[in-house]
């Protein structure tokens, strides 16, 4: 039977490690901010306010990335998704196309440093390619884009 001491002793840890995550995962989200709002790539591409703990970017002035560390406790897995939902009459359907990994150490996918906003958008803009594909290809070829894009979002739904 454990004692008051070791239970202590276990949810200090327990608390130090998540909050050590947490930070982790706001210096993240400064960097990638910082690093969007201030390059001067033209890419079509705006920071909105977020909802609790994501961030979001307005694409074309329509389309809204969200992302966010999934919701488990002490998660690492960051989630990028998309709002599939029609205009803003619509409840908000975001459907995740990409994932990364967040590591106590500062790293995303185990060799982007988070305080490298250079590095940290380069990584994000690999992780929204496929977005910029779909669209491109969807305009390129005269298609309708959302059926492109639920094409996209179903083949991350299978490698989930």
């Known amino acids: 039977m454990s004692t008051l001491s070791e239970l202590t002793t276990k949810a200090d840890y327990i608390a130090s490690k998540n909050n050590h995550l947490k ?3 706001r210096a993240y989200q400064n ?3 910082q690093a969007v709002t201030q390059s001067n790539k033209k890419i079509n591409h705006e920071f909105v306010c977020g909802e609790e703990q994501d961030i979001r970017f307005l694409l074309f002035n329509h389309f809204t990335i969200s992302i966010h560390l999934s919701d488990d406790f002490y998660s690492q897995d960051i989630v990028y998704s998309l709002n599939m939902a029609h205009g803003n ?4 359907d975001f459907k995740a ?3 990364a990994r967040l590591s106590e150490e500062g790293y995303v996918d185990d060799h982007v440093d988070i305080r490298e906003k250079s590095a940290v958008l380069e990584h ?3 992780k929204i390619a496929a ?6 290809d ?3 070829s ?3 884009i959302k059926p492109q894009l639920e094409k996209l979002l179903i083949q991350e739904e299978k490698l989930a």
């Open 23 to 25: 930070s982790q995962w």
């Open 31 to 33: 960097s990638l901010i």
């Open 89 to 92: 009459n619509e409840e908000a």
């Open 97 to 99: 196309f990409a994932h």
């Open 124 to 126: 994000y803009l690999n």
């Open 131 to 136: 977005i910029y594909q779909c669209l491109f």
């Open 138 to 140: 969807s305009l390129h």
């Open 142 to 144: 005269n298609q309708p």
